[in-house]
């Protein structure tokens, strides 16, 4: 029997094409029911492949030749040869990494979709642990239909490559990894901007979901400050069609609602007082905030609805301070209140309302109100709202402390690692009237939590508290020297606008 005959044999044609190892199942292959593609079988004669173009899509351009590389080559008359794509492995921390060929538009979908669930998703799967989290599932083909828009997928591809690009900083592949991201994200724009131009698209589920996509990308890469015009274009939008309230009790809205509420609220915290925005909208929004999302799974990622609601009155108190200085005396009396109300937290009594693993959240409790603590006393005491009094000092040195012990223990659970990274930077803020010991902790562990989460965020949390800390400065305000938003949220959920 030849070569060909035997690999025709064994290997479904889906897997022949891409140089897979299959398994040989039949009538269907495992491997590409996994990745969500339909297995075209072991026939003696190749299927053929048509690819559907929506009417005035570009069939053909000319391009200039490109000179070869490692990743991509030409064949004569300016037509792609596919590159046989070879797996590999490439191991950071003991995690085995598929290396996929990204150069090709027709594979990147399905090198992002294997890569999410192979990668991504095993991260993610250990937060069920935590009690059941709808959020939180593989990817299939289902996911990624034609009636999705181009700018989503596109997006997805962003995800996984910015996700990869952290993950494999050091590998071979890194330099075509942040080539194929800026690409792509230039043309999931370029794509979104057209559907914001068709009357009656503007402010439909995926417009928002596209935008909101956006601004994750952004969030992640922690370098563009374009995630703050992304953060308006979604407000906007939701004015349009009502406003938070009008929009909340749309259960196929309530992940982008979320996701718009967090990043906005957490991102006025690292920012300074001539920054802050959206304070007031969020205050007349509070009610229904908690009404509506108060029991979910983990709204405001895993941070307890009740310790948000504080952070959302510092935020407003905070701004307040720098547009009506006048009332600082009625803002002081405020400020205590918001005080009282977090030392009054209980996280055991909040742990008892969630359906499973409660010393876990007990843990998570604890962190967040630290963390809230030293938020509510440093920001405050920087627009001098609270007066900076050695009681209170001391308060945030115990605090400080403590936090660091109570992180040492959540950094260490893959349950709930991924979400450490605004309690971490908080303690940063605190290292500056601490000791090396604290700086280092942060130092590290922010490291670490860039490789863990693939995100460049934590890096960048890295150099503003090492400048921060050399700065000669303790204020809050004078930690970040323009708006910064550290959240760990990857992608929104949108497989209920599909439904």
């Known amino acids: 029997m030849s070569i060909m005959e035997d690999d025709q044999r064994y290997h479904c044609w889906e897997c022949s094409r ?47 030749p490109k000179r070869p590389s490692p990743n991509t080559h030409t064949a004569a008359c300016g037509k792609a040869s596919p590159k046989p794509i070879k797996e590999s492995l490439y191991r950071i921390g003991g995690i085995a990494i598929p290396l996929l060929d990204s150069s090709k538009e027709g594979y990147a979908v399905i090198q992002a979709v294997e890569y999410f669930n192979a990668c991504i998703y095993q991260d993610l799967i250990h937060i069920r642990e935590l009690g059941p989290n709808p959020h939180i599932y593989p990817i299939s083909a289902a996911h990624l239909q034609s009636v999705v828009p181009d700018y989503l997928r596109l997006g997805f591809i962003c995800m996984t490559l910015s996700h990869r690009i952290h993950r494999t900083e050091h590998s071979p592949q890194s330099r075509d990894l942040v080539e194929s991201f800026y690409r792509y994200r230039g043309l999931a724009i370029r794509s979104l901007s057209e559907d914001v131009g068709i009357e009656g698209r503007q402010t439909g589920d995926f417009v928002i979901a596209g935008i909101v996509t956006l601004l994750l990308l952004d969030v992640q890469q922690g370098v563009f400050p374009s995630w703050r015009c992304h953060l308006e274009g979604v407000h906007s939008l939701i004015t349009l069609r009502g406003g938070v309230r009008a929009l909340a009790p749309s259960k196929h809205l309530e992940s982008l609602l979320l996701c718009f509420v967090f990043v906005a609220v957490i991102g006025n915290t690292t ?59 009625d803002l002081s009396q405020e400020a205590y209140k918001i005080l009282n109300c977090i030392y009054a937290f209980s996280p055991q009594q909040w742990a008892e309302s969630r359906p499973s693993s409660k010393p876990d959240w007990v843990l998570l409790g604890s962190v967040y109100q630290a963390a809230v603590t030293l938020y509510c006393i440093s920001s405050l005491q920087s627009v001098s709202v609270i007066p900076s009094e050695p009681s209170l000092r001391t308060c945030c040195a115990t605090q400080g402390r403590l936090l660091q012990e109570l992180l040492t223990q959540t950094l260490s659970s893959p349950k709930t690692r991924r979400y450490m990274l605004w309690p971490l930077v908080l303690l940063g803020v605190e290292a500056v009237n601490s000791s090396e010991t604290m700086r280092f902790f942060v130092e590290a562990q922010l490291l670490d939590l860039s490789r863990h989460i693939g995100s460049r965020a934590p890096l960048v949390a890295g150099d503003i508290l090492r400048r921060f800390w050399t700065s000669g400065e303790t204020r809050w305000d004078a930690c970040f020297d323009r708006p910064y938003v550290f959240s760990s949220q990857l992608a929104v959920d949108i497989s209920r606008i599909l439904l």
């Not at 547009?323 to 005396?329: G, L, Q, R, Y």
Request: with cysteine; proline share 8%.
């Open 271 to 329: 920012s300074s007082t001539s920054d802050l925005t959206m304070t007031s909208f969020h205050i007349q929004q509070l009610k229904v905030i908690m009404e509506q999302y108060d029991a979910g799974p983990c709204p405001f990622q895993m941070c307890p609805p009740a310790l948000f609601a504080e952070i959302i009155k510092i935020n407003h108190i905070r701004m307040q301070a720098e547009t009506e200085p006048i009332m600082v005396d």
């Open 18 to 64: 891409r140089r897979l190892v299959c398994d040989s199942t039949r009538p269907v292959c495992r491997r590409c029911a996994m990745t969500g593609l339909t297995c075209p079988g072991y026939g003696g004669v190749e299927p053929s492949k048509l690819r559907w173009l929506a009417p005035g899509r570009v069939v053909s351009r000319t391009r200039r």
